[in-house]
């Protein structure tokens, strides 16, 4: 079975900062792309990053860009997400999700550009 198991969110006062990790298993890890998505409740899912584990190539949301650093730790199949600066609008439930597709595509897709998805993780931002 593939799973991907988010974790980190909470509770997170304007200004400050959040890390997400996202444990994969099941897939041959540095094959995909990873991304993470975020929805806030009555909006569509939104890209926020994407990483080609194979060589590490990341690309960020239009909204997250240059607040956000996705990293991943091969040996633990692992990435994370962290955000600077956060913002009332970044609260949302953040997701991880794995695809073949290219990053850029999938980010643009949201829910419909990765093939699989775990069952995300609550950040809630408070002003």
């Known amino acids: 079975d593939v799973q991907l198991q988010a974790s980190g969110g909470g509770l997170v006062q304007a200004g400050g900062s959040l890390s997400l990790s996202c444990v994969v298993s099941?897939?041959?890890?540095?094959?995909?792309?990873i991304g993470w998505f975020r929805q806030a409740p009555g909006k569509e899912r939104e890209g926020v990053s994407c990483?080609?584990?194979?060589?590490?190539?990341?690309y960020y949301g239009h909204s997250v860009k240059g607040r956000a650093t996705m990293s991943s730790d091969n040996a633990q199949n692992t990435v994370h997400l962290r955000m600077n600066s956060l913002k009332p609008e970044d609260t949302a439930v953040y997701y991880c999700?794995?695809?073949?597709?290219?990053?850029?595509?999938?980010?643009?897709?949201?829910?419909?550009?990765?093939?699989?998805w775990g069952r995300g993780t609550l950040v809630t931002v408070s002003s």
């Open positions: 999700a794995a695809t073949y597709n290219d990053c850029r595509d999938a980010l643009r897709a949201g829910i419909y550009g990765m093939l699989y």
């Open positions: 099941g897939i041959t890890f540095v094959d995909y792309r």
């Open positions: 990483m080609r584990i194979g060589d590490g190539t990341t």
